[in-house]
Nanobody, 125 residues
Framework: HVQLVESGGGSVQAGGSLTLSCAASGYGYTDTQMAWFRQAPGKEREALGTIYTASGTTVYADSVKGRFTISQVKANTTVFLQMDTLKPEDTGTYYC???????????????????WGQGTQVTVS
């Protein structure tokens, strides 16, 4: 049983910051790929970036590079998404996802990630 729970969403003014958390349980967190996605109203789910938990290596989408930062606290099996200089277009539901077989998961194909949280709403105005 794999469980991912996002938290930290809310409303923030444009230019502000917000940090989301994804608490993972029920699987081998120490060697997996964690990813953040978001879905704006009326749009498809969009990949934001990933972190490989074993090495800490991160990859970011161009749309958020320089503003968003992905990090982790291994002891707590928790991944974070720090969002700075938020814009109204950042509004949406933010999701955490996990992949245990790296060859099967592609950021360009959200459906390839088998494990998802329920999402947390972020509203920027």
């Amino acid at each position: 049983h794999v469980q991912l729970v996002e938290s930290g969403g809310g409303s923030v003014q444009a230019g502000g910051s917000l940090t989301l958390s994804c608490a993972a349980s029920g699987y081998g967190y120490t060697d997996t790929q964690m990813a953040w996605f978001r879905q704006a109203p009326g749009k498809e789910r969009e990949a934001l970036g990933t972190i490989y938990t074993a090495s800490g290596t991160t990859v970011y989408a161009d749309s958020v590079k320089g503003r968003f930062t992905i990090s982790q606290v291994k002891a707590n099996t928790t991944v974070f998404l720090q969002m700075d200089t938020l814009k109204p277009e950042d509004t949406g539901t933010y999701y955490c996802a996990a992949c245990r077989n790296f060859g099967e998961c592609r950021l360009s194909r959200p459906s390839s990630y088998p494990y998802w949280g329920q999402g947390t709403q972020v509203t920027v105005s």
